[in-house]
Structures are given as structure tokens and as C-alpha cells.
């Protein structure tokens, strides 16, 4: 079974720092997608960046970056640069090709907060 | 521009009702996925389907059913509505194949049963 775990419920973070959202998985399939989600207060999912279990670098999309390390199975998300919008609800979710009929796996969520 | 809709935004039921909602997507998506959305429990999948008529089971079906009889077309049923699914819900779709295809969500549907 497919499994991701975010063990942060919430983070606060100030103005234009860097911060780091943690996310751990766990399949046994050999190809899988990691992803990350954000969730403003208006309930939209915003697809953010995506990592493949075979891709060799790092995802990179703008202020987004993925840290992923596979051995440690392990896809953290690190946002730059903090800015007040970033203030919202963060999933990291997993699709495996394997079995389920491609379906999306999301962790609980962690809510971050960037303060002045 | 792609879309995901859902017919309802915010429903409020009476304990016992039949519920449906409707999610439409306009992108000839093989997939559709039901979720309900809950404070620290994150997304959990009720449902999905790969194909007209075909559907499975997620990780909490129980005490609802869906149907899609056409490929634009999955809805979620609440055969006898409870206040425990008062919840937020989502619907999904995406094309098949690689792990990365893009997800596409509606906006969600905020359901109070009362």
C-alpha cells in the first residue's frame, strides 16, 4: 500500500526566509510521481511541483524546489523567499502506476504560515 | 482552459437524504477520483474510476456509491446521508498513463448534514 507522512501540522516562517516542508513515503512500486499541492483558504488544489522516481535531478519550478531523496524515500519541499501568499495548506501526495489504477495518495497536509 | 466542475459548492442535507454530487471535466480525461477532505486527516479517496462504467473502491467507500456513465461524467452518491460525511469533497481527473500526468481539481463541494 501506498503511504505519505507529514509529520508537521503547522510552520510559521518570517518574510522572504527559506523554509522546508518535510514529506517521507512508502511504496513498493518501482515507478511512482511525487507531488506537492498547495491549498489557499479557498479550497483550490495548486498543483506546485513534481518529481518521477527515475528522474535524476531535483524538480525546480520558480521559488519550489524538491528535495528528494530516494534511498531515505523521503521528497521535501522547500519554498524560498517566503512571501505573505504563501500562507495556506501543503500536500504532498504520491501516484504509483503499478496498482490503483493511477490514483493520488495525499498526506495530512501541513499549514504554513509567513509572518512579517 | 481546463476544467474540473462541480455542480454544488456548499449543500446543506438532513440526515437520511439520498445526495448526489456532480463533477464534469471537459479535458477527455480517462480518470476520475472522488476524495473527501477532513482537518488533519488530509485528502482521503472515496472512489475512482478508469473508464465509462468502471470504478473502484479507495480507502473509505463505505456509505457511498458513484457513477459514470459517461466519460465527461463522475458522480458521487450518498445513498443515505449522515452526519458524519458532512465534509468537504473533491473531485479529480486526469489522463492515463505516466506517473506525472497532470491532476486537474474541481473546486470542492462543502456538504452539512444536519
Known amino acids: 500500500a501506498q503511504k505519505i507522512t507529514q509529520t508537521q501540522p503547522g510552520m510559521f516562517v518570517q518574510e522572504k526566509e527559506a523554509v522546508t516542508l518535510d514529506c517521507t513515503y512508502d511504496t513498493s512500486d518501482p515507478s511512482y510521481g511525487l507531488f506537492w499541492y498547495k491549498q489557499p483558504s479557498s479550497g483550490e488544489m495548486i498543483f506546485l511541483i513534481y518529481?518521477?522516481?527515475?528522474?535524476?535531478q531535483n524538480a525546480t519550478e520558480g521559488r519550489y524546489s524538491l528535495n528528494f531523496q530516494k534511498a531515505r524515500k523521503s521528497a521535501n519541499l522547500v519554498i524560498s523567499a517566503s512571501q505573505l501568499g504563501d500562507s495556506a495548506m501543503y500536500f504532498c501526495a504520491m501516484r504509483a502506476l503499478a496498482r490503483g489504477g493511477n490514483k493520488l495518495t495525499f498526506g495530512t497536509g501541513t499549514q504554513l504560515k509567513v509572518e512579517l | 482552459d481546463v476544467k474540473v466542475t462541480q455542480s454544488s459548492r456548499y449543500l446543506v442535507k438532513r440526515t437520511g437524504e439520498k445526495v448526489f454530487l456532480e463533477c464534469v471535466q471537459d479535458?477527455?480525461?480517462?480518470?476520475m477520483f472522488w476524495y473527501r477532505q477532513d482537518p488533519g486527516l488530509g485528502l482521503r479517496l472515496i472512489y475512482f474510476?478508469?473508464?465509462?462504467?468502471?470504478?473502484e473502491k479507495g480507502d473509505i467507500p463505505e456509505g457511498y456509491s458513484v457513477s459514470r456513465e459517461k466519460k465527461e461524467r463522475f458522480s458521487l452518491i450518498l445513498e443515505s446521508a449522515s452526519t458524519n460525511q458532512t465534509s468537504m469533497y473533491l473531485c479529480a481527473s486526469s489522463s492515463e498513463g505516466a506517473p506525472g500526468n497532470t491532476i486537474y481539481f474541481g473546486e470542492g463541494s462543502w456538504l452539512t448534514v444536519v
Open positions: 474510476s478508469y473508464d465509462v462504467k468502471m470504478k
Open positions: 479535458m477527455d480525461h480517462e480518470n
Open positions: 518529481q518521477g522516481s527515475y528522474d535524476q
